[in-house]
C-alpha cells in the first residue's frame, strides 16, 4: 500500500515552469511505477509522462515530450515532473499514480492516485 501526496502546482505565466512532487508514504514505493496524468475541465484523465521503478526507463506524452521531464529519487519515495516552457493548454489537475505492472498509459493500470494539484497557466 502507498499513499501519494502532489505538490507544487500554482499560476505561472506560459513560456514559464513548474516543477510538481509527489511524495509517496509506505516502504515499497520503489516497487512501483510511477505516473503522472492531467485532467482538464470536460475532458478525460490522460497520461503525461511515466517512469520505471528503477527510473531507468521514461516515457511521455507528444503533447509534453522535449518540455517536461519526470524523475523519481526513491530514496526520498518521491517523483517529479518538472513543466517548462508551459502552454495554456498544459492547465490541468495534475495526478500522480503508482502502478505495480509497470509504466502504463491507461488509468485502469495503475492502483494509488493522489488526490491532484492545480496548474493554471495563463496567456
Known amino acids: 500500500q502507498v499513499q501519494l501526496v502532489e505538490s507544487g502546482g500554482g499560476l505561472v505565466q506560459a513560456g514559464g515552469s513548474l516543477r510538481l512532487s509527489c511524495a509517496g508514504s509506505g516502504r515499497s514505493f520503489s516497487a512501483y511505477a510511477m505516473g503522472w496524468f492531467r485532467q482538464a475541465p470536460g475532458k478525460e484523465r490522460e497520461f503525461v509522462a511515466g517512469?520505471?521503478?528503477?527510473?531507468?526507463?521514461?516515457y511521455y506524452a507528444d503533447s509534453v515530450k522535449g518540455r517536461f521531464t519526470i524523475s523519481r529519487d526513491n530514496a526520498k519515495s518521491t517523483v517529479y515532473l518538472q513543466m517548462n516552457s508551459l502552454e495554456p493548454e498544459d492547465t490541468a489537475v495534475y495526478y500522480c499514480a503508482a502502478g505495480r505492472t509497470g509504466v502504463a498509459w491507461s488509468v485502469e493500470r495503475y492502483d494509488h492516485w493522489g488526490r491532484g494539484t492545480q496548474v493554471t497557466v495563463s496567456s
Open positions: 517512469i520505471s521503478e528503477s527510473g531507468g526507463s521514461t
